[in-house]
């Protein structure tokens, strides 16, 4: 696409960006989701798996909403 044409419109909108609270708030919430879940997998002696996976995910979750708060 040449430098002077335009697309007929835009591919997003004001209204599909989340501000960083409200990122950090559903972080929050799926944090608190995984969580919950890992502590009932906890008692469960085949679900290793599913457990390190989710572990991961927390993890990562966590160090995205520490960066938020930055």
Not at 4 to 23: G, M, P, V
Not at 42 to 49: G, T
């Amino acid at each position: 696409m040449s430098a002077d044409r335009q697309i007929d419109a835009d591919d997003w909108s004001d209204t599909d960006l989340l501000t960083k609270d409200e990122a950090g708030e559903r972080l929050d919430d799926e944090i608190a989701v995984v969580t919950a879940r890992l502590a009932e997998l906890s008692a469960v002696a085949d679900s290793v798996a599913e457990a390190e996976l989710l572990t991961k995910r927390l993890a990562a979750m966590e160090v995205a909403r520490a960066a938020l708060r930055r």
